[in-house]
């Protein structure tokens, strides 16, 4: 079992990483899901583990929380893609100000 | 041995992801560690979410990526300036730590033998989430309806734009066009076709002006910016005379693809 929560730790960190360093909001976003993703993974090797759905069940509810938030998140992406033609995370910083 | 098949691919595609320079690609690896997951799913007796995985993630998730890509990534290429210094070391580090941290920790639990869902999937896996989804958790379940109607209202408030100036029609782009002739000189005509002058008629290869230089405008300003305009080879026409030169050679030079 110590394989699976492993592996769900090590694509964690990839996704981690890849929010850290990528530029490209759609790249960003995909390494969030990535996250999402590997939790789920360890959230379902735990319901084995334990012997009970309740994992399985966390894990439905977050792939249900990952879809909105991927649908709200693109459509931002294109709200900004559209005002001011770059999908890249560091132009739109204008909220710093 | 499902897992140690799938396990080495699944992180090699996810370092991937962090790696490619097109959107697309990093897409296509997301999808082959969703899928992949889907497999685990079904290994860790979870036949519900295999399901899922494949329709939801797979399925409906990355489409709405590949969606987003094709309308704005086509030029959105990832850029490799950094605007603070040092700041991609500094999260692989990061990144390094966290996930040395964490290996330690799950290094250092006992997690014991798995109990293994033989009991609770008894009336099969479906029942049992049910049985559990609309008791245990049903206030969660009644919330997600809230929380998945707020996010289609909020997508579509977002992607909707309100038109602000009248549009252009014809006879308005026409005096555009007259007027960018008059004050700037700009080509009055319509743009040259791509590839006439060129060996290849094909879309993506520029048109060649008199001079041989490869006339820009004549190709997509979609295709130009996702890099993929094939150019004719410049030592083309030593290349056609060789082939035709020698007659050992000459039935290839009927097929000008060949040599490509």
């Known amino acids: ?97 | 041995m499902t897992f140690w098949l799938l396990a080495p691919l699944m992180v090699a595609a996810a370092v991937g992801i962090l790696f490619v320079r097109k959107a697309v690609h990093a897409a296509l690896l997301l999808a082959v560690v969703m899928i992949s997951l889907a497999v685990l799913y079904l290994v860790l007796e979870a036949p519900f979410l295999f399901t899922v995985q494949i329709i939801v993630y797979t399925g409906a998730i990355l489409m709405l990526f590949l969606f987003v890509v094709m309308l704005v990534g086509v030029d959105a290429s990832d850029s490799v300036v950094e605007t603070i210094k040092g700041q991609r070391i500094m999260a692989t580090v990061a990144g390094l730590v966290l996930g040395l941290v964490l290996i330690l920790a799950l290094s250092q639990a006992a997690i014991g033998t798995a109990v293994g869902l033989s009991d609770a999937n008894a009336d099969g896996n479906i029942q049992g989430l049910a049985n559990i989804l609309f008791s245990k958790w049903v206030f969660a379940f009644e919330v997600t309806s809230a929380l998945l109607i707020t996010a289609a209202l909020g997508a579509m408030v977002l992607a909707h734009r309100e038109r602000i100036t009248p549009r252009e029609g014809q006879a308005e782009l026409a005096a555009r066009r007259m007027r960018d002739y008059a004050e700037k000189g700009a080509h009055l005509g319509p743009l040259p076709p791509p590839g006439v002058f060129a060996r290849s008629n094909a879309v993506d290869t520029a048109a060649l002006l008199p001079d041989g230089t490869a006339a820009e405008s004549s190709v997509s300003r979609v295709i130009a910016a996702r890099g993929t305009v094939r150019s004719a080879p410049a030592d083309d026409v030593e290349q056609l005379e060789k082939q035709i030169g020698d007659p050992s050679q000459r039935q290839h030079a009927s097929d000008p693809e060949e040599g490509r």
């Open chain 1, 1 to 97: 079992m110590t394989q699976y929560v492993v592996l769900s730790a090590i694509l964690f960190t990839i996704g981690c990483v890849g929010v850290l360093t990528r530029r490209n909001a759609i790249v960003v976003f995909m390494c969030v899901e990535l996250m999402l993703n590997a939790s789920n993974l360890a959230l379902v090797a735990f319901a084995k583990q334990h012997g009970n759905l309740d994992g399985q069940i966390a894990a439905f509810f977050v792939m249900v929380v990952a879809a909105a938030e991927v649908v709200v998140g693109l459509a931002i992406i294109m709200t900004i893609f559209r005002t001011r033609r770059s999908a890249s995370v560091d132009d739109a910083s204008l909220l710093k100000y």
